[in-house]
């Protein structure tokens, strides 16, 4: 893979600007709870990701492990966050989240709140899987790369908290639109990335994650 946090950082900038359920839910607690319950809830989100991360390595890494599945697999998933990509691009309607009022509870309540919106969003889950099934870590990979993706999305949310009365005064209609259109880029770009991962493995004869050859600057020193 060659080296495997260098890329989880690469991942994780490209999702950290995603905006779906639990980001505007974390910009309104921000705003109407103050940043340390902002912060509970995104130590659940966190804890969430480590949890889904684990359980889909653990249980699909014999499947992660074949080469024939994993070229398949890239290229299905590919195609499928292109087509995402795309449909983010011409999307018209925006949501900036909704108007309800954020309840008041205890700190631990914002931690599992965090963790169930995270848990029960099937677009987190899709996203993970088709992450983990393109760039298959082997088992003494998987902690830096884990730690490169989840350090890089954690703190970004533990700085969304900080600012989100600012962020709040930000995400007008406009602002998320915009954010859409670029998030439907950077999809379109991970996509592109896996067919390519695909193309370079069906045809060249490589191993489907063989980074060291497909992309230098993440080699191992």
Do not use: C, H
Not at 45 to 65: H, N, Q
Not at 137 to 157: A, H, Q, R, Y
Request: overall charge positive.
């Amino acid at each position: 893979m060659g080296n495997p946090l260098v890329l989880g950082i690469v991942i994780g900038f490209a999702l950290m600007i995603s905006a779906g359920p639990s980001f505007f839910y974390l910009i309104k607690v921000g705003i109407e709870k103050g940043f340390r319950k902002a912060l509970m809830f995104a130590l659940g989100i966190f804890i969430s990701d480590v949890f889904l991360l684990s359980a889909i390595f653990i249980g699909l890494r014999g499947l992660f492990e074949d080469q024939a599945f994993r070229q398949v697999f890239s290229l299905a998933s590919g195609i499928l966050v292109v087509i995402f990509g795309i449909t983010m691009l011409v999307r018209k309607k925006v949501d900036v989240g909704s108007n309800q009022e954020v309840k008041d509870l205890p700190y631990f309540m914002y931690a599992v709140k965090g963790i169930g919106i995270n848990l029960f969003n099937p677009f987190t889950i899709i996203v993970w899987v088709t992450i983990l099934g393109s760039v298959a870590p082997k088992p003494n990979e998987f902690i830096p790369f884990i730690t490169g993706v989840l350090g890089v999305i954690f703190t970004s949310d533990v700085a969304k908290a900080y600012l989100a009365k600012l962020l709040g005064k930000l995400m007008t209609p406009r602002a998320v639109f915009i954010l859409n259109k670029v998030m439907g880029l950077i999809f379109i770009g991970i996509g592109a990335f896996f067919i390519f991962l695909w193309y370079n493995s069906y045809f060249n004869g490589n191993d489907i994650n063989d980074f060291q050859n497909i992309v230098p600057n993440l080699q191992t020193n």
